[in-house]
């Protein structure tokens, strides 16, 4: 499984970004696709993560609200909508899949910057 993250880029407090994670291969296998996010110093964190089969979600306290992850199972496709950004919100985030077997795929992350 090979994934690919987009929508990235810098955004003023209160701003909104829509991030994008594709993915190629034996798309079949993936059970879950997950948005992590990890800040400068910090230790990376799973920011929301959405079932492929059945659309089940979760978020982290910090996002909810303000975060929305949607899949296209058709299309192997994850997204993350972020609105209300806030400075805090800055990091490189990156999706994984999860596999039906129990390993885990990573992207390479795409920057988001929030100013204040």
């Known amino acids: 499984v090979q994934l690919v993250e987009s929508g990235g880029g810098l955004v003023q407090a209160g701003g909104s970004l829509r991030l994008s994670c594709a993915a190629s291969g034996s798309t079949f296998s993936i059970n879950r696709m997950s948005w992590y996010r990890q800040a400068p110093g910090k230790r990376r964190e799973l920011v929301a993560s959405v079932f492929m089969v059945g659309g089940s979600t979760n978020y982290a306290e910090s996002v909810k609200g303000r975060f929305t992850i949607s899949r296209d199972s058709t299309a192997s496709t994850v997204h993350l909508q972020m609105n209300s950004l806030r400075p805090e919100d800055t990091a490189v985030y990156y999706c994984?899949?999860?596999?039906?077997?129990?390993?885990?795929?990573w992207g390479r992350g795409t920057q988001v910057t929030v100013s204040s």
């Open positions: 994984k899949a999860s596999i039906f077997s129990g390993n885990d795929y």
